[in-house]
């Protein structure tokens, strides 16, 4: 499957708009991407309102969207100024959102959306991690990619007003070193923790870009598929 098709990921919990929807979108400001990495630090996330896939991708589709983002970001009804976001929930260690594994495979969670008005348990997280971590081949899943699911579930499921949540449905939007990607949705059914997840994929890959895709699903919308467990138990 070229890294441009949506995932074949059932039941589907995040719904992307359609192709090219970015570029639908009216400028709102003039605004530019600065550089906010340190060269030698790939991981720590930028001070911007920017999600990672913009200093992933390549230059002319963030030059497109950056001028327009606040328009672009309008598209899903999640927002980066949650809970989550704000540290507003108890922290510890075993619920760090960043962590050196070893020296090969360090990993910290960027930007975190949230449904503003918390009628969705539903999350979307972006994750920065080297290259090392990998325990069998390129497709596996990196332990780092295992972590910050099970640790975004265990912060929403303990929040007051999720208490009786049955059903916490996350997307990662997982990036390495040094130009790689791939979309990894996890949702747990009560019994069983759920993850799927595409191969890993090139941003720099001259004839596949999957750099629109995941602008995509960071702009997706929260939905519950017909006939799945409700989340609240209703």
């Known amino acids: 499957m070229p890294p441009t098709c949506l995932p074949e990921f059932s039941p589907n919990f995040f719904l992307p708009p359609q192709e090219g929807f970015h570029l639908e979108t009216p400028y709102p400001r003039s605004t530019h991407i600065s550089q906010c990495y340190d060269e030698e630090d790939d991981i720590t996330p930028p001070k911007l309102k920017y999600p990672l896939l913009l200093h992933r991708a390549d230059n002319q589709l963030a030059s497109t ?10 598209f899903t009804s999640f927002r980066n100024d949650g809970t989550i976001t704000k540290g507003k929930w108890p922290f510890r260690d075993e619920l760090a959102l960043y962590q050196v594994d070893r020296e090969s495979h360090r990993w910290r969670v960027s930007e975190v959306l949230e449904c503003a008005h918390h009628t969705h348990p539903h999350v979307i997280f972006d994750l920065a991690s080297t290259d090392g971590g990998q325990s069998d081949g390129q497709s596996s899943l ?3 990619e295992i972590r910050s699911i099970i640790r975004i579930m265990r912060i929403v ?26 979309i990894i949705q996890a ?5 069983n923790l759920v993850i799927q997840y595409t191969s890993r994929v090139a941003f720099d890959d001259p004839v596949f870009s999957p ?24």
């Open 65 to 74: 969207v950056a001028p327009r983002w606040s328009s672009v970001a309008g």
């Open 142 to 144: 990196k332990i780092g």
């Open 157 to 182: 499921m303990e929040r007051e007003y999720n208490r009786e949540c049955l059903l916490v449905p996350v997307l990662l939007l997982s990036y390495t070193t040094p130009k790689h990607g791939r």
């Open 187 to 191: 949702h747990h059914t009560g019994q």
């Open 211 to 234: 750099a629109e895709l995941f602008l995509r699903y960071y702009c997706s919308k929260p939905v519950l598929p017909l006939g799945s467990l409700d989340p609240w138990g209703g």
